[in-house]
């Protein structure tokens, strides 16, 4: 039985896009309202590897006024958005779901799930790994003349540019699984342009994160793992050569 869709107005998409984006709006809010109640301690988990790398006795400060408050305010801001994150994808996959096709969606629906974990993996290997790493390399230049005095402004916006940076270059595998899957790419491709992939990874560390040799390299040598890994997943998962027309009518 072909199944029959009725066409909806475009006004009625503008409705249901207007009513998704008001629910995810209210989700930050909330979430934004109750992470500000813990805005101290978020500031003291994410500065947690800073502290740890420092001397004994050595604060991070604020250079003006409303430093503090401000930082404060964007740390509870994006604590507020991970809060709400289900609720944000879950609007999301509700307003484009049933535009696609059944098959369609039973592909997209593990890989936006799988997308959140690769992304939440790779801020927590930045997080665990790279920052007590890179902090230490950092910190190690003080001596007795000179003295590190971190910023809670500079520092936030560091580490948010960093977990970001990380969090996107775990998708990686995924990406090119998806495409192997879409039959744009293939294993012998894969391994063949391997060198070339390698030398983009250098440059896209360069761009994604500070400009430091630590953070470059901490950056380029997780994504050649991970485009190995990638090579895996495009030959268990990638499209499997068709049979040549003359053959499947044998």
């Known amino acids: 039985m072909l199944e029959v869709d009725d066409k909806v ?9 207007r009513h ?10 909330i979430g934004f309202a ?17 502290i740890g790398a420092m001397q004994t006795g050595d604060k991070l ?3 003006g006024l409303p ?27 509700m307003f484009v779901a049933p535009g696609l096709y059944r098959k369609e969606r039973r592909m997209l629906a593990p890989i936006v799930a799988l997308s959140v974990l690769f992304f939440l993996g790779g801020g927590i290997f930045g997080y665990l790994v ?17 003295r590190p005095l971190p910023a809670m402004r500079e520092y936030l916006g560091f580490a948010t540019k960093l977990l970001i940076a990380f969090g996107l270059a775990f998708e990686l595998p995924l990406v090119i699984t998806f495409m192997a899957r879409l039959g744009l790419v293939s294993v012998a491709f894969l391994k063949k342009h391997r060198r070339y992939a390698l030398l983009l ?41 068709t049979q040549a027309p003359d053959q499947a009518s044998d």
């Open 130 to 146: 790279v920052f007590p790493l890179g902090f230490e390399f950092f910190l190690g230049f003080a001596n007795e003349t000179i």
């Open 201 to 241: 990874f250098f440059v896209a560390a360069a761009i994604l994160t500070p400009p430091d040799v630590v953070s470059q390299v901490l950056m380029a040598v997780p994504l050649m793992l991970l485009y190995e890994l990638s090579i895996v997943g495009a030959r268990i998962f990638g499209r499997k050569p």
């Open 9 to 17: 107005p475009f006004t009625e998409h503008l409705e249901e896009l």
């Open 67 to 93: 430093e503090a408050f401000f930082t404060y305010l964007k740390i509870a801001f994006l604590a507020g958005c991970v809060l709400a994150s289900p609720v944000i994808i879950y609007q999301f996959w």
């Open 20 to 29: 998704r984006l008001i629910v995810s709006f209210i989700a930050v809010g």
């Open 34 to 50: 109750l992470c500000y109640a813990f805005k101290e301690r978020l500031f003291q988990f994410l500065a947690a590897p800073l």
């Open 61 to 63: 400060v604020f250079t």
